[in-house]
């Protein structure tokens, strides 16, 4: 195991195995579906996501129903969640919006 660098191709399937991860556990945490312990391993998840997004200059290149989605609301603005929060109109953005605002 001479090699210890990664290809682009396996640096990309990481981050797609990252982002279905995210994504699919940020579903569980916002429907209470996810113990203490369960919350804590996807957030630091989160951290380890963000710092690759910021580490490669990515993080402009989402956008932030992305973020929404992937639970990691410190890219978003304070006053884009209060907005989604109050759209009856998407009710999957809402759901989220409301779960993280009370959450911080």
Known sequence: MENLSLIED???ALIGILYN??????TLEV???????????VNALRH???TLLQKY??????DEQTYLLLGLVSF?????????????????????????????
């Open 76 to 104: 978003i603005k304070q006053e884009t969640l209060q907005a989604w929060a109050a759209n009856e109109d998407n009710k999957h953005l809402q759901n989220r919006a409301k779960y993280f605002l009370k959450k911080n």
């Open 10 to 12: 396996e640096e990309k």
């Open 57 to 62: 200059n990515l993080s402009g290149q989402v």
């Open 31 to 41: 429907f209470g579906e996810l113990t203490s312990e369960g919350v804590q391993r």
């Open 21 to 26: 991860h995210l994504s699919f556990s940020t």
């Open 48 to 50: 380890a996501f963000a």
